[in-house]
């Protein structure tokens, strides 16, 4: 998402870098699908915590560099021009830093709601709609006065009223009040009155969210997002990213389903305290 900072303000690779990144990029997929060697992974576990990871099976990882406009975009980010994620405001700062020391193991209340089963882990769920290790698809649905748009993750359902008001700031939503329109062939979505546990790297329930979705091809549409949130971030955000088709299916994702991660966390946390007293 974020710029590498010897970048600085380039925002475009060179057709050939471009290349070289997604050559790069297939090869480390196809050295992670070679079969692994028994006497290696038996010395391997020997020697670290018999922790496990991801099979490659369950990870989708982009193979190419974004192309939008003609350009092989280095980052997701266009605005600050150095591509990255503005300073956070004084403020915010403290902010953030109370909310660090907030979290806690007391109860589920205080953990993280990809934890909890409640939004996707990383930002898929939206807005902003942005890419993950694994379940990224959506699925997009019109029909007269909604949009519909099912997350793939935690099988989020994103509806978008078309033409109508927002809600009151009283009434906050998970994946906040989002309300459409057209311009010409773009739908443009403005979404208001976020839940605080649901913020984009420290974002407050203040910020204003606009999604901007152009079909720019049969196989592509361009998904501009920009995020007003003055009280956080010292700049506006803008980035852009391609949705292409997928040749696929869109599966339930059951996360409760023998997710034992929640419950060990907590139980972990108890133990601790009994070892403390």
């Avoid at 003609?70 to 990255?84: A, Q, V």
């Avoid at 700031?169 to 989002?178: A, E, L, Y």
Wanted: overall charge negative; some cysteine.
């Amino acid at each position: 998402m974020e710029r590498a900072a010897e970048l600085g303000a380039r925002r475009a690779f060179t057709e050939a870098e471009a290349a070289a990144i997604s050559k790069a990029a297939i090869a480390a997929v196809e050295a992670d699908a070679r079969p692994s060697d028994p006497g290696k992974e038996i010395e391997a576990a020997a020697s670290l915590p018999p922790v496990g990871n991801y099979n490659l099976f369950w990870t989708d990882r982009g193979m190419s560099v974004a192309l939008i406009d003609g350009e092989y975009r280095t980052s997701m980010i266009i605005e600050p021009l150095d591509g990255r994620v503005p300073p956070l405001t004084e403020a915010a700062a403290k902010r953030m830093a109370a909310t660090k020391i907030g979290r806690s193991n007391d109860g589920p209340e205080g953990r993280a709601l990809g934890e909890r089963c409640l939004l996707s882990f990383g930002y898929a769920s939206g807005p902003p709609m942005l890419p993950v290790m694994y379940n990224s698809y959506y699925q997009i649905v019109q029909s007269p006065g909604y949009v519909m748009i099912l997350v793939e993750m935690v099988h989020d359902a994103r509806i978008i009223r078309i033409g109508d008001r927002h809600l009151p700031g009283s009434v906050r939503k998970w994946m906040g009040d989002s309300v459409g329109h057209w311009d010409g062939d773009t739908l443009v979505v403005e979404t208001r009155n976020f839940r605080q546990e649901q913020s984009f790297r420290g974002s407050s329930e203040q910020a204003v969210i606009t999604e901007r979705f152009t079909r720019v091809a049969d196989d592509k549409i361009v998904y501009r997002f920009t995020i007003d949130d003055p009280t956080t971030f010292t700049a506006r955000i803008v980035g852009e990213l391609p949705f292409v088709p997928a040749n696929g299916n869109i599966y339930e994702y059951a996360c409760h389903e023998g997710n034992y991660a929640l419950p060990g966390i907590l139980s972990g946390a108890r133990e601790e305290e009994k070892s403390a007293n």
